[in-house]
Protein backbone atom coordinates (compact mmCIF):
# COMPACT_ATOMS: atom_id res chain seq x y z
CA UNK A 1 0.00 0.00 0.00
CA UNK A 2 1.82 3.18 -0.85
CA UNK A 3 0.66 6.93 -0.02
CA UNK A 4 -1.88 8.39 -1.44
CA UNK A 5 -0.72 11.89 -2.82
CA UNK A 6 -1.88 15.35 -1.89
CA UNK A 7 -3.61 15.63 -5.57
CA UNK A 8 -5.21 12.19 -4.84
CA UNK A 9 -6.82 13.25 -1.77
CA UNK A 10 -8.15 16.45 -3.17
CA UNK A 11 -9.60 14.47 -6.14
CA UNK A 12 -11.37 12.21 -3.23
CA UNK A 13 -12.45 15.37 -1.28
CA UNK A 14 -14.11 17.56 -4.47
CA UNK A 15 -15.22 13.84 -5.39
CA UNK A 16 -16.78 12.94 -2.16
CA UNK A 17 -18.77 16.59 -2.21
CA UNK A 18 -20.18 15.24 -5.44
CA UNK A 19 -21.05 11.85 -4.23
CA UNK A 20 -22.66 13.74 -0.54
CA UNK A 21 -25.01 15.81 -3.18
CA UNK A 22 -26.19 12.28 -4.29
CA UNK A 23 -26.56 11.39 -1.23
CA UNK A 24 -28.77 14.28 0.11
CA UNK A 25 -30.86 12.79 -2.78
CA UNK A 26 -31.03 9.11 -2.11
CA UNK A 27 -31.79 10.40 1.81
CA UNK A 28 -35.01 12.50 0.81
CA UNK A 29 -36.49 10.14 -2.01
CA UNK A 30 -35.32 6.62 -1.45
CA UNK A 31 -37.42 5.60 2.26
CA UNK A 32 -40.77 7.34 0.17
CA UNK A 33 -39.63 5.46 -2.87
CA UNK A 34 -39.54 8.45 -5.40
CA UNK A 35 -37.19 8.20 -8.48
CA UNK A 36 -33.41 9.30 -8.14
CA UNK A 37 -33.50 10.75 -11.72
CA UNK A 38 -34.74 14.74 -12.30
CA UNK A 39 -33.79 18.00 -10.42
CA UNK A 40 -33.44 18.36 -6.61
CA UNK A 41 -36.00 20.47 -5.30
CA UNK A 42 -36.61 23.25 -2.32
CA UNK A 43 -38.38 21.20 0.45
CA UNK A 44 -40.75 24.31 1.15
CA UNK A 45 -42.02 25.78 -2.24
CA UNK A 46 -40.99 22.59 -4.51
CA UNK A 47 -39.15 24.80 -6.87
CA UNK A 48 -36.57 23.11 -8.38
CA UNK A 49 -32.89 23.84 -7.78
CA UNK A 50 -30.98 25.48 -10.52
CA UNK A 51 -27.73 23.71 -11.51
CA UNK A 52 -25.91 27.10 -10.33
CA UNK A 53 -27.26 26.99 -7.06
CA UNK A 54 -26.52 23.11 -6.37
CA UNK A 55 -23.00 23.05 -6.06
CA UNK A 56 -22.03 21.07 -3.05
CA UNK A 57 -21.83 23.13 0.64
CA UNK A 58 -20.63 26.28 -1.57
CA UNK A 59 -24.09 27.10 -3.10
CA UNK A 60 -25.74 26.98 0.69
CA UNK A 61 -23.51 29.19 2.00
CA UNK A 62 -23.89 31.91 -0.86
CA UNK A 63 -27.43 31.08 -0.44
CA UNK A 64 -26.90 31.75 3.23
CA UNK A 65 -29.21 28.80 3.79
CA UNK A 66 -32.18 29.90 2.01
CA UNK A 67 -34.10 29.32 -1.07
CA UNK A 68 -33.76 31.33 -3.56
CA UNK A 69 -37.26 31.34 -4.56
CA UNK A 70 -39.27 31.53 -1.20
CA UNK A 71 -36.59 32.55 0.78
CA UNK A 72 -37.41 29.86 3.55
CA UNK A 73 -34.08 28.41 5.39
CA UNK A 74 -32.64 24.89 3.87
CA UNK A 75 -31.68 22.66 6.52
CA UNK A 76 -27.87 22.24 7.53
CA UNK A 77 -28.20 18.85 7.19
CA UNK A 78 -27.59 19.16 3.15
CA UNK A 79 -24.35 20.56 3.65
CA UNK A 80 -23.14 18.75 6.49
CA UNK A 81 -23.83 15.28 4.79
CA UNK A 82 -21.67 16.70 1.47
CA UNK A 83 -18.99 17.85 4.20
CA UNK A 84 -19.26 14.03 6.11
CA UNK A 85 -19.09 12.34 3.14
CA UNK A 86 -15.98 13.93 1.55
CA UNK A 87 -13.89 13.62 4.82
CA UNK A 88 -14.75 10.09 5.15
CA UNK A 89 -13.66 9.56 1.15
CA UNK A 90 -10.76 11.49 2.51
CA UNK A 91 -10.06 9.82 5.54
CA UNK A 92 -10.31 6.58 3.61
CA UNK A 93 -7.49 7.86 1.03
CA UNK A 94 -5.11 8.48 3.65
CA UNK A 95 -6.12 5.00 5.29
CA UNK A 96 -5.99 2.73 2.10
CA UNK A 97 -3.53 4.67 -0.13
CA UNK A 98 -3.80 4.37 -3.93
CA UNK A 99 -4.86 0.53 -4.19
CA UNK A 100 -7.70 -1.62 -5.42
CA UNK A 101 -9.19 -2.11 -1.58
CA UNK A 102 -9.76 1.96 -1.76
CA UNK A 103 -13.11 1.15 -4.19
CA UNK A 104 -14.97 -0.90 -1.98
CA UNK A 105 -14.34 1.05 1.00
CA UNK A 106 -15.71 4.43 -0.39
CA UNK A 107 -18.89 2.54 -1.51
CA UNK A 108 -19.06 1.35 2.23
CA UNK A 109 -18.41 4.72 3.62
CA UNK A 110 -21.34 6.04 1.77
CA UNK A 111 -23.52 3.46 2.22
CA UNK A 112 -23.52 4.09 5.58
CA UNK A 113 -23.70 7.49 5.96
CA UNK A 114 -26.61 7.25 4.39
CA UNK A 115 -28.05 5.03 5.95
CA UNK A 116 -27.46 6.77 9.00
CA UNK A 117 -29.16 9.53 8.14
CA UNK A 118 -32.03 7.42 7.61
CA UNK A 119 -31.92 5.69 10.77
CA UNK A 120 -31.62 8.89 12.41
CA UNK A 121 -34.70 10.39 10.80
CA UNK A 122 -36.90 7.86 10.57
CA UNK A 123 -35.77 4.74 12.70
CA UNK A 124 -35.37 2.28 10.18
CA UNK A 125 -32.23 0.99 7.60
CA UNK A 126 -33.54 0.55 3.67
CA UNK A 127 -33.04 -2.78 2.74
CA UNK A 128 -33.29 -1.88 -0.58
CA UNK A 129 -30.26 0.31 0.24
CA UNK A 130 -28.09 -2.78 2.60
CA UNK A 131 -29.34 -5.38 -0.14
CA UNK A 132 -27.89 -4.14 -3.47
CA UNK A 133 -25.09 -2.61 -2.11
CA UNK A 134 -24.05 -6.42 -0.14
CA UNK A 135 -23.94 -8.24 -3.62
CA UNK A 136 -21.65 -4.98 -4.97
CA UNK A 137 -19.47 -5.13 -2.16
CA UNK A 138 -18.70 -9.30 -2.31
CA UNK A 139 -18.09 -8.54 -5.78
CA UNK A 140 -15.94 -5.58 -5.44
CA UNK A 141 -14.29 -6.80 -2.75
CA UNK A 142 -13.46 -10.25 -4.70
CA UNK A 143 -11.99 -7.83 -7.49
CA UNK A 144 -10.30 -6.24 -5.63
CA UNK A 145 -8.43 -9.56 -3.62
CA UNK A 146 -7.54 -11.14 -7.27
CA UNK A 147 -5.94 -7.79 -8.38
CA UNK A 148 -3.68 -7.59 -5.34
CA UNK A 149 -3.29 -11.51 -6.43
CA UNK A 150 -4.26 -12.78 -3.17
CA UNK A 151 -8.18 -13.98 -4.31
CA UNK A 152 -9.23 -16.30 -1.40
CA UNK A 153 -8.90 -13.47 0.55
CA UNK A 154 -12.23 -13.23 -0.09
CA UNK A 155 -13.56 -16.05 1.82
CA UNK A 156 -12.24 -14.39 5.40
CA UNK A 157 -14.71 -11.45 4.43
CA UNK A 158 -17.47 -13.79 3.62
CA UNK A 159 -17.38 -15.55 6.71
CA UNK A 160 -17.07 -11.85 8.93
CA UNK A 161 -19.73 -10.91 7.22
CA UNK A 162 -21.69 -14.41 8.39
CA UNK A 163 -20.60 -14.13 11.77
CA UNK A 164 -21.38 -10.57 12.44
CA UNK A 165 -25.17 -11.60 10.88
CA UNK A 166 -24.85 -14.34 13.47
CA UNK A 167 -23.84 -12.29 16.30
CA UNK A 168 -26.30 -9.76 16.33
CA UNK A 169 -28.88 -12.02 15.12
CA UNK A 170 -29.33 -13.95 18.35
CA UNK A 171 -30.02 -10.79 20.47
CA UNK A 172 -32.32 -9.87 17.59
CA UNK A 173 -34.15 -12.99 17.97
CA UNK A 174 -34.18 -12.72 21.92
CA UNK A 175 -35.09 -9.22 22.39
CA UNK A 176 -37.04 -7.85 19.41
CA UNK A 177 -37.29 -4.61 20.97
CA UNK A 178 -33.71 -4.16 21.67
CA UNK A 179 -32.32 -4.75 17.68
CA UNK A 180 -34.10 -4.70 15.16
CA UNK A 181 -33.63 -7.18 11.70
CA UNK A 182 -32.69 -3.71 9.99
CA UNK A 183 -29.10 -4.06 11.98
CA UNK A 184 -28.52 -7.33 11.66
CA UNK A 185 -28.88 -7.00 7.94
CA UNK A 186 -26.26 -4.06 7.87
CA UNK A 187 -24.18 -5.97 10.20
CA UNK A 188 -23.59 -8.48 7.50
CA UNK A 189 -22.63 -6.05 5.50
CA UNK A 190 -20.14 -4.70 7.95
CA UNK A 191 -18.83 -8.08 9.04
CA UNK A 192 -17.83 -8.88 5.30
CA UNK A 193 -15.70 -5.78 5.26
CA UNK A 194 -14.52 -5.55 8.68
CA UNK A 195 -13.65 -9.41 8.47
CA UNK A 196 -11.82 -8.71 5.02
CA UNK A 197 -9.15 -7.51 6.72
CA UNK A 198 -9.35 -8.99 10.01
CA UNK A 199 -11.36 -10.77 12.01
CA UNK A 200 -10.60 -9.44 15.60
CA UNK A 201 -11.74 -5.83 13.46
CA UNK A 202 -15.54 -7.08 14.39
CA UNK A 203 -14.59 -7.46 18.04
CA UNK A 204 -13.19 -3.91 17.80
CA UNK A 205 -16.16 -2.51 15.80
CA UNK A 206 -18.80 -3.94 18.51
CA UNK A 207 -16.90 -2.45 21.14
CA UNK A 208 -16.88 1.00 20.21
CA UNK A 209 -20.26 1.30 18.55
CA UNK A 210 -22.05 -0.11 22.22
CA UNK A 211 -19.60 2.51 23.75
CA UNK A 212 -20.60 5.30 21.88
CA UNK A 213 -24.37 4.40 21.76
CA UNK A 214 -24.39 3.68 25.29
CA UNK A 215 -22.81 7.23 26.14
CA UNK A 216 -25.65 9.11 23.77
CA UNK A 217 -28.16 7.23 24.36
CA UNK A 218 -27.64 7.93 28.60
CA UNK A 219 -27.46 11.59 27.12
CA UNK A 220 -30.13 11.97 24.99
CA UNK A 221 -32.58 9.86 27.06
CA UNK A 222 -31.55 13.15 30.21
CA UNK A 223 -32.10 15.31 27.15
CA UNK A 224 -35.53 14.09 27.13
CA UNK A 225 -35.83 14.04 31.06
CA UNK A 226 -36.47 10.40 31.00
CA UNK A 227 -38.86 9.99 28.47
CA UNK A 228 -37.74 7.24 26.28
CA UNK A 229 -38.28 7.13 22.92
CA UNK A 230 -36.86 4.81 19.93
CA UNK A 231 -33.02 5.37 19.75
CA UNK A 232 -31.51 3.90 16.59
CA UNK A 233 -28.27 1.79 16.90
CA UNK A 234 -27.46 1.55 13.00
CA UNK A 235 -25.75 4.49 13.44
CA UNK A 236 -23.33 3.62 16.21
CA UNK A 237 -22.47 0.27 14.54
CA UNK A 238 -21.75 2.04 11.58
CA UNK A 239 -19.31 4.84 13.10
CA UNK A 240 -17.90 1.65 15.19
CA UNK A 241 -17.12 0.02 11.91
CA UNK A 242 -15.72 3.17 10.00
CA UNK A 243 -13.72 3.81 12.93
CA UNK A 244 -12.48 0.09 13.39
CA UNK A 245 -11.46 0.42 9.80
CA UNK A 246 -9.86 3.74 9.49
CA UNK A 247 -8.25 2.96 12.53
CA UNK A 248 -7.46 -0.42 11.98
CA UNK A 249 -3.52 -0.21 11.36
CA UNK A 250 -2.64 1.07 15.30
CA UNK A 251 -5.45 -1.17 16.65
CA UNK A 252 -4.12 -4.40 14.83
CA UNK A 253 -0.55 -3.26 15.39
CA UNK A 254 -1.24 -2.80 19.41
CA UNK A 255 -2.32 -6.82 19.32
CA UNK A 256 0.85 -8.12 16.94
CA UNK A 257 -1.20 -8.92 14.32
CA UNK A 258 -0.16 -8.61 10.50
CA UNK A 259 -2.07 -8.15 7.68
CA UNK A 260 -1.33 -8.24 3.93
CA UNK A 261 0.59 -5.20 3.06
CA UNK A 262 -2.00 -4.20 0.61
CA UNK A 263 -4.95 -4.32 2.89
ZN1 LIG B 1 -38.25 27.53 -1.68
Redesign the pocket.
Known amino acids: MGEMPVVGLVGLGLGGLVVGAFLNVVIVRLPDGDSLLGPSR??????PIRRRDAIPVLSWILLRGR??????PIPAGYPLVELANAVLWVGAGLRFGPSWALVPMLVLVSTLLAQSVIDLELYRLLDKITFPVLGASVVLIAAASALEGDPTRVGMAVLGGVAYGAFLGVPAFVMPRGMGLGDVKLALLLGLFLGWLHPVLILFSLIIACGLGIVVGLLVLVARRGKSEPFPFGPWLALGCVLALLFSDPLLDSYLIDIPAWL
Open positions: CPECETCRSCGE
